[in-house]
């Protein structure tokens, strides 16, 4: 019983810190502990969906591996922050994200997700590895 009630407080807890995570509307949401997912449009389910593979690779978007990724596809170029792929980080919402708090590498890793329409061959070679299910 006592595990039943931790576990129902961890599956209610964690999608509360994702939520709050959020910087725009939520339109979407994943609940880790049991896998479910809530979206209302194709583009939130892709970023819901990131969420999903993140945690089933136990959290891959905090590793320093993955961080390190990230700032290597950085480049600053008078004072904006560019990927060499040539797309703003302030087209990923990366930027803010990554300025506010480096916890939020979770959702740099969906926005990614999201951003590249889930398509990880579609990605830098130096992300595919960190997305392939
Ligand atoms: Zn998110």
Known sequence: MKYFICGLLVGLILPVLILGAHKTQVKGFFIPYVNLCWCDERSVCIHEIGHYI????????????????????????N???????????????????IGENENNMKEVYAEIY??????????????????IK
């Open 114 to 131: 999201q951003y590249f329409d889930g398509c990880v061959p579609c990605m830098p070679k130096i992300l595919q590895e960190f997305y």
């Open 54 to 77: 993140d945690y089933s690779k136990q959290g891959i978007s905090g590793t320093l591996k993955f961080i390190e990724a990230i700032v290597a596809l950085r480049d600053d170029i």
């Open 79 to 97: 004072g904006r922050v560019y990927f060499h792929i040539g797309y703003t980080i302030d087209d990923l919402r990366i930027w803010q994200i």
